[in-house]
């Protein structure tokens, strides 16, 4: 069964600072493992997608890693401002499914 | 191009009621999905659908029934609320293996 782990659960930052939120999943037999962004109150948007034969993906300021060997991905927030303030969700799919299984969140505060 | 559309956005329901809440996508995706999401709990899986007609049981589904009858709808039903099933539910789709999830909005339901 596919565990999903993000560390920290939350994290406040001063505006500008880079930083980086942690995802672990204990199954590498995933087809995709995908980002999401959730603001207060509302659903979740995609923010990248990394296919399983991809290293990473990059979206603007965002850059997501994915490294199945060790189980692990990385998501990297480079110059981060206060409208990043937000949960971020880590979700992979598990052994052959195409069900997502998804981490806590890690709680993002930026503060200006 | 809506992606996905859930109704009602938000719903208070008597203990013992029965509501159906509504999903629907335009995007032709043959898998499709319903999460409820609890407080510090992440994302559980209720029901899945990998097709018109096929349905499957996920992490939590007791309480709780699914039917596909088209590619384009997959409908949750509640047939005798209870207050464990207050919660945000989140209903998505996607393509099968390889590609990512499109998310709706989401129900907020509470039961008292």
């Known amino acids: 069964k596919q565990e999903v782990t993000q560390i920290p659960a939350a994290l406040s930052v001063p505006e500008g600072e880079n930083l980086v939120l942690n995802c672990s999943f204990t199954?590498?037999?995933?087809?995709?493992l995908q980002w999401f962004r959730q603001d207060p109150g509302k659903g979740l948007t995609s923010l990248l997608l990394?296919?399983?034969?991809?290293r990473e993906q990059t979206s603007g300021r965002l850059n997501a890693s994915l490294d199945k060997s060790s189980g692990r991905s990385t998501l990297y927030i480079a110059a981060s401002q206060p409208g990043d303030s937000a949960t971020y969700l880590c979700?992979?799919?598990?052994?052959?499914?195409?069900?997502?299984?998804f981490g806590k969140g890690t709680k993002l505060t930026v503060n200006p | 191009n809506a992606g996905v559309t859930q109704t009602p956005k938000f719903r208070i329901l008597k203990i013992g009621q029965s509501m159906t809440l509504q999903c629907a996508q335009d995007m032709n995706h043959n898998y499709m999905y319903w999460y409820r999401q609890d407080p510090g709990m992440g994302l559980k899986l209720i029901y899945y659908?990998?097709?018109?007609?096929?349905?499957d049981k996920g992490e939590v589904p007791n309480g709780y029934n699914v039917s596909r009858s088209t590619t384009e709808d997959f409908p949750l039903r509640l047939e005798l609320a209870a207050p464990s099933q207050t919660s945000v539910y989140f209903c998505a789709s996607s393509y099968p293996q390889y590609y990512g999830y499109t998310f709706g909005s989401g129900t907020r339901l509470t039961v008292v």
């Open positions: 979700a992979s799919t598990q052994g052959g499914s195409e069900k997502l299984v």
């Open positions: 199954d590498s037999a995933i087809y995709n």
């Open positions: 990394i296919q399983s034969s991809q």
């Open positions: 659908s990998v097709g018109a007609g096929i349905t």
